[in-house]
Structure formats: C-alpha cells, structure tokens
C-alpha cells in the first residue's frame, strides 16, 4: 500500500503527458495492412504465425476434405496423447492425474507406477518454503492481486537459490519441479495474507505430502482442512486441462521468447505469470462467473428460452453487464466447433452441480453453451465456428468448489506452470538465437532543436 496518500493520484500533470504521448504514438490502422503486419502474430483469418516448432503438445480444429481445411471437433494432444484419455485413464484407476501430466509434459512419456510415485515424492519434498519466507515474504505488503503476489514471490526464491543463474538441464529441471511443488502453496498463502489484512483470521497449514496438488489445493485454503472426494478429483481435471496448451499462447510463447535470452527460471516464469495475469489470457473465467451473476439477477426465468436470448442478444448490443459486446466464454483463437476442455468439464459440472444442489445454474450454463453460439452467428462475421471454451465452465467448478474469485487466475498458474517449465527446457535445448521480431519504424525523422529555442 501506498504510504503517500497522493502517490496513487492522477494528476492533471499526468493527465497532459498521457494526452501528449496519445498524440504522438497513435500508428495509422491503416499501415498495418499497407505493410502487411500481422498484427498479434495473426493473419487476416486469426490463425497465428509460424514462429517455432515443439513436441510437447498439439491442437487440432480443422481437418483436411478433398484438399480443403475445414473445422472439426477439437482435440488437444500432450505429447501426442489425447487429453481425454488421459483424464480417463485416471479416473478409471481412481488417482488423480495432474502429476502423471506434469510428468508426461516435462519428459515426453508416461511413467510406470514407480516412476510416478518417485516424481511425487519429488514434489512433496519441494513444497517446503525457506525458512521465514512466509513471515519476510509473503505477509509483508500483501497485495489484492493474487497473481501479483505469486510473481513477487517467484522472484524472491531467486534470492534463496545459490545457482539461480545455472542454466545447465538439471538445474533448471530442479527450479522446474520446485516452481510446480510451490505454485498452489505460494498462491494460497498469498490470498490468506490478503484476507488477514481485510480483517479475517489467518489461516497457514502445512502441505501434507501424502496428499495430491489438487488436494493439497483444497487442503491448503480451508479452514478445516477438508474436502470431498469429488470435489479433488474435479480440481485434479482443471489442474489437467489447464496444464498446457501449444506453444503459441501467450504466457507459453513468453517463455519461449524469454529462456531465449539466457535469463534464469525464476524471471522467466515471473514473466509468464506476467502474460497469464492480463484478462485477454488467464482472467477470462472470472468475467464468466460476474456476466452469470449479472444474467441471473436480469433473467427472472431461467428456463425461458426468449429471456435468456434476449439477454445474450443484449450482451452482443452493449446493452448489458460490461457493455463490451461479448458473451463471455464464448470462442477461442484456435477451436471453433468444440474446444475438448470445454467438453470434458460439461459431465464432470453436471456430477458436481447435483453434489452442490446447484443443478438449475447448471441448466442455465447448458442453455447459455446451445443458444450462444447461434446469436453470435446471427450477428458477427465469422471466419470460423463458436463454441464453449474451458473458461465457460472452469469458472463455475470453481465457484462450486467455494474457491474465491482472486485464486481463479492463479488456479490457472499452478496449472499451466507445468507446461512452461515443458517449454523453458525444450527452448533450451534447442535454443539458436535470441527470439527478436522485427517492427517497421513508420514515423517522421526530424533535426535535433536546442532548448533554448523549442
């Protein structure tokens, strides 16, 4: 918190240099198509620019029909296995499934059960802070912002690894496992600090180590420890779903373009968290949660089909909730009929939502997933299908799960970390040169004035 009580404000002194760098920095929008710029590493069609080349996963959307692409169902593939036999195969033994993916992610196989119960006990043994970190760390000037938090704490491990700057495989294999062990507690322990300073009780448990991420997770951020099976299991398939997604992204391509510089795992991942925390990237669930919110205090009946369309035909309008034009939950850059994470959440929701009593909001979310879809068709050129993405539901789990809306973002941080270290190693190892793009300079030249006569 600020201890100027001024530091905060915006000036009209600010004000007037904000007008003077608007005035001078706005790029004509018609240039970026004169000089062919693909603008977000896009083409005119959103599909992105070919910028590397990776083993660790692989998104389908389209397929190829008589030499044409054309959309199809999405699948997502780590290391060449489908995700959704993946989260089966778990389930169907009854164990959780984020370690055996992280494994996967950072090694290019399925371990045996030997090998999966070692690389546990190796996570279990990392989740331990240094000593005092909570008290020099994390309690000191907590912040609202749980991702802002987590960043901050990443780098101050640096302060407390001799061979941070190492970047030798195993070393950064090492920080890897750390930095995944460490995320759920450094978040946790975050939003804990945050509410003391409200005003609540504060509440610190020890990791138990026999216990999984997801359930560490629960375990971690409740004041009574407890959890239901179901409720686990379905934090374990978020952690799963959410643990990578390609290498174009842009928290994932950050990292690329980051370890490309030869800068040690602590900055790389602070930097990583730094992309996944903007709202167009990791944020995107919660606006799910407060558009429902919105829609449930607007719609009267929520089995009314003309209510809730009438609704969506506003959100689209601007006519209502943000007033952005946007249903959210609604698209994505790569998927367009059916993003498979998105798919794999709606059943788990369905059992979860009958557990929590709360079967009507889910009806609401399956009429909002059919009827979004044709209203953005009806109303947007599309150079591709809509469908429910993984943040439509994730937000919803989470809500049922009583997790605060502040360790949504960092939910997906303890997630995708294990796909980041994924992709940190394999830039290393197969690291050329410095990721440096290249930008048209489009402005005037003009001579050098002294001062005195400006």
Not at 33 to 54: E, I
Not at 97 to 102: K, L, P, S
Not at 410 to 430: D, Y
């Amino acid at each position: 918190m600020a201890s100027n009580p001024n530091y905060c404000d915006i000036t009209p002194e600010i004000e007037a240099l904000a007008a003077q760098s608007l005035q001078n920095s706005s790029i004509d929008a018609g240039d970026y198509v004169r000089y062919d710029v693909k603008r977000g590493l896009r083409d005119l069609n959103g599909k992105g620019v070919l910028a590397g080349l990776t083993e660790i996963s692989d998104i389908i959307a389209k397929k190829m029909v008589d030499g044409q692409e054309i959309p199809c169902d999405g699948k997502l593939y780590y290391r060449g296995i489908d995700v959704e036999k993946l989260v089966a195969g778990a389930l169907k033994e009854g164990r959780f499934g984020f370690e055996e993916t992280a494994y996967l992610l950072l090694l290019g196989r399925l371990p045996n059960a030997a090998e999966l119960e070692s690389f546990k006990n190796q996570l279990a043994y990392y989740r331990t802070l240094p000593g005092n970190f909570v008290r020099d760390v994390i309690l000191k000037a907590p912040s609202q912002d749980i991702m802002n938090s987590l960043a901050r704490s990443v780098l101050n491990l640096a302060s407390y690894d001799e061979r941070c700057d190492d970047i030798s495989l195993p070393n950064v294999m090492r920080q890897c496992l750390q930095l995944i062990a460490l995320f759920p507690v450094l978040s946790v322990y975050g939003y804990q600090a945050y509410t003391y300073k409200s005003g609540n009780s504060l509440y610190i448990h020890a990791p138990q180590p026999e216990l999984s991420t997801a359930e560490n997770i629960l375990s971690l951020l409740r004041p009574d420890s407890s959890y239901s099976f179901w409720e686990a299991h379905v934090l374990d398939i978020c952690l799963t779903l959410h643990a990578e997604h390609g290498g174009g992204n842009n928290s994932t391509f950050t990292t690329h373009v980051v370890t490309s510089s030869g800068t040690d795992t602590y900055s790389c991942m602070a930097a990583a968290l730094a992309s996944l925390k903007g709202p167009k990237h990791g944020g995107a669930n919660i606006k799910v949660i407060r558009m429902f919110e919105d829609m449930k205090e607007q719609v009267k009946d929520w089995k009314d089909e003309d209510e809730v369309r009438h609704y969506l035909q506003a959100l689209l309008d601007k006519q209502a909730f943000d007033r952005a034009g946007l249903i959210y939950g609604m698209g994505h850059a790569v998927y367009s009929l059916s993003d498979p994470r998105a798919n794999l959440l709606h059943s788990f929701v369905e059992k979860l939502s009958r557990e929590k009593g709360r079967t009507e909001e889910y009806e609401l979310y399956s009429l909002v997933e059919r009827l979004g879809p044709e209203i953005i068709a009806g109303e947007r050129k599309m150079y591709k299908g809509v469908s429910a993405n993984v943040d439509f539901y994730s937000g919803f789990v989470y809500h049922m799960l009583d997790l605060p809306l502040e360790l949504y973002t960092p939910l997906f941080a303890m997630a995708r970390v294990a796909g980041w270290s994924a992709h940190r190693i394999e830039e290393l190892i197969n690291m050329g040169k410095i990721i440096r793009p290249a930008y048209k300079y489009v402005g005037t030249h003009a001579d050098y004035v002294p001062i005195a006569e400006r």
